[in-house]
């Protein structure tokens, strides 16, 4: 009984420490005037720019935190919330993380203007990754025999999407296995949580290539993890693959890639010579 009692004491205090520095990092923040109450009826105050001048938030007065206007005993009461800013810096930290890990400098010429459309078999495949680019919603995938132009519609898709400013991350397969394999080495800059965290909340996933990688039981595991969050979530997501490639993916990642619901796939059949056209014509 003792010793179930020590083991609660221990859980308890890191706890009420925790609690002891969020109450004491609210009051520096109020003493200051740096808090400031926002209510939960004005979401539009999130909305204001920064104060050009003085380059200080007219929002959070540059404490980067609000805390919600809301009576004792509401979920929200006490808590500190991102201010839109805060918001903002993180979003940019994201986006120059990802764009490092996504090297789309090597595909600057990939894009949808450069792409040969009148290709047999590659006008509907063309038009409809070009308005998904513009309206991405659920999953795109890509299938079709190498060199048919699935790996150059793919990163026109993930540069007109970071050019309109999203969270993109564009890899393929074996390579983004390899970043996370990475992190376990003793001179890694980054985790393993932090980098699966950021490729799992990418607001634009592109993976070239699924079923190219070195299957393991890691290797299987972490992909599915990855595309089963994004699955459940419902994060635009777009995936290239060839027939055989797709055929001895993980059956679970088949499983949801067979979701109508949610997935679009489009089928490259015709377009074989897509690559030897692209190299003749510069």
Known sequence: MNHLRTLVENIKQPLQRQRLAHMQIQRSLA??????????????ALTKTLNNSQGVCSICKGAGFLRRNVPFGHADFGKLVA?????QELKSKRRQQLAELSNLRIFAEKRF???????PGLQEAFQMVGEFAATPTGWL????P??????????????????NGAVVLFSTVPDLLDYLRATFAPTSDATYDQLFALMREAEMLVLDDLGT?????????KLFQLL????????????????????????????RLSDVRLVTTLTLEQAHDYRSLHTARG
């Open 83 to 87: 201010c839109r800013c805060k918001e």
């Open 113 to 119: 203007e450069t792409f040969h459309s009148e290709v």
């Open 141 to 144: 995938v890509l299938v079709g």
């Open 228 to 255: 089963n969050h994004r699955y459940n979530a419902g994060v635009p997501t777009v995936i290239t693959a060839n027939p055989e490639g797709l055929r001895a993916t993980d059956a679970r990642i088949r499983s």
């Open 31 to 44: 003493k200051s005037g740096q808090l400031t109450q926002m209510s939960p009826d004005a979401p539009t």
């Open 213 to 221: 990688q070195q299957s393991s039981p890691w290797a299987n595991e």
């Open 146 to 163: 190498n060199g048919c132009g699935k790996t150059h519609l793919a990163a026109a898709l993930a540069n007109a999407c970071l050019e």
